[in-house]
């Protein structure tokens, strides 16, 4: 265990402290990271209530990829500064959260799954369920979630 982890970050405090966490591990076990960073470019709730022109819904989308990418050097940064030596892979998805990690942990063999318990996600976790909720429910590795 703990030699490929994959580490959603979203730039809240609990992401950074399992990006910590993976990277202590990591190096204990000579294991590598994938640190994932997921875009959901519409929030379900609003959708249902509001039509957004397709202009507004593009230039939200592009900075919500600027800061996903953001997010991504910032966690690059943070694993340097901490002298993390093992192999680091940056991904930037499009789409569900919880959906999107498990996809990755699948396709890179992840042995493990290191997230925070609660992201940036707001009203929409209070009414549909923490994304860590849900990637501990239906994950096929074991995930350590972090406060």
């Not at 405090?13 to 960073?37: E, F, I, R």
């Not at 800061?67 to 002298?83: F, P």
């Amino acid at each position: 265990m703990f030699q490929k982890i994959v580490v959603p970050v979203d730039g809240s405090k609990t992401a950074w402290k399992a990006l910590d966490t993976a990277a202590s591990l990591a190096g204990k076990y000579g294991g590598d990271l994938v640190v994932v960073n997921v875009v959901e470019p519409y929030d379900a709730i609003s959708s249902m209530s509001m039509h957004l022109d397709r202009v507004v819904l593009e230039k939200a989308l592009k900075a919500m990829k600027k800061a996903s990418l953001d997010v991504l050097d910032d966690a690059k940064a943070r694993l340097e500064k901490a002298g993390f030596a093992g192999k680091a892979d940056f991904v930037e998805k499009e789409g569900n959260a919880a959906e999107l990690i498990l996809s990755v942990a699948r396709k890179e063999g992840a042995d493990s799954v290191v997230m925070g318990s609660r992201g940036l996600s707001g009203i929409t976790e209070f009414l549909l369920g923490s994304v860590s909720t849900k990637v501990t429910q239906y994950a096929e590795i074991p995930v350590l979630v972090v406060k």
